[in-house]
């Protein structure tokens, strides 16, 4: 079992920059997937960036690459994402997930996933 707590969301200008935080507890396994995934207000719920737990290999959703970072920290248990020049677009609450398995195809999509955070509110104003 695992569980999920993010930190770090927010109200900030659109360029503005934020730091989400994702703290795991419970045992996180070598080959994990530790995933962002983001749901704007009457919208689906959307992958953003996943990163291997052991490898530390990471793919981005193509509207991200260059502007968001995920990182982990092992030490910590803890998956950062750090968000530079954010977009009004992207005000969600962004939700933290654990998957069993990292692959470059299945770490993209929810079901990839069995763990997931409550989710954290990011706004980014215009």
């Known amino acids: 079992q695992v569980q999920l707590v993010e930190s770090g969301g927010g109200l900030v200008q659109a360029g503005g920059s934020l730091r989400l935080s994702c703290a795991a507890s419970?045992?996180?396994?070598?080959?994990?997937?530790m995933g962002w995934f983001r749901q704007a207000p009457g919208k689906e719920r959307e992958f953003v960036a996943t990163i291997n737990w052991s490898a530390g290999t990471t793919y981005y959703a193509d509207s991200v690459k260059g502007r968001f970072t995920i990182s982990r920290d092992k030490a910590k248990n803890t998956v950062y994402l750090q968000m530079n020049s954010l977009k009004p677009e992207e005000t969600a609450v962004y939700y933290c997930a654990a998957g069993p398995q990292y692959n470059d195809l299945v770490s993209r999509s929810i079901g990839g996933y069995d763990y997931w955070g409550q989710g954290t509110q990011v706004t980014v104003s215009s």
């Open positions: 419970g045992r996180i396994f070598r080959n994990y997937a």
